[in-house]
């Protein structure tokens, strides 16, 4: 009862910024968290920022101090500005909303890729 439209992603070079927007709809009441995950070719999938209901928000150690989690509760999106964005960057980015009353507690956006030049 709760999908996940991930909007953003492209080509950067290093160095530049880019925005992901993730808008929730259906039943969104009963979101508890959303955040942003990645994943690269040959490498597992890792939280890039998360932001609870109540507020509290984590990163990824790669990304803390270059990555912001946002929300916008009116149009209830979340999104995930980026920074300083270096190769390693280069990965999948997937939208996330948990819920205890969400069927397997989860629900993920379709993806979005992005990359960064040297």
């Known amino acids: 009862q709760v999908q996940l439209v991930e909007s953003g992603g492209g080509l950067v070079e290093a160095g530049g910024s880019m925005n992901l927007s993730c808008a929730a709809s259906?039943?969104?009441?009963?979101?508890?968290?959303m955040g942003w995950y990645r994943q690269a070719p040959g490498n597992r999938q890792k939280l890039v920022a998360s932001s609870r209901i109540d507020g509290k928000t984590d990163y990824g150690d790669s990304v803390k101090s270059r990555f912001t989690i946002s929300r916008d509760d009116a149009k209830n999106t979340i999104y995930l500005q980026m920074n300083n964005l270096k190769p390693e960057d280069t990965a999948v980015y997937s939208c996330?909303?948990?819920?205890?009353?969400?069927?397997?507690?989860?629900?993920w956006g379709q993806g979005t890729q992005v990359t960064v030049s040297s």
């Open positions: 996330n909303a948990w819920g205890t009353r969400l069927s397997g507690y989860d629900v």
């Open positions: 259906g039943t969104v009441s009963i979101i508890t968290a």
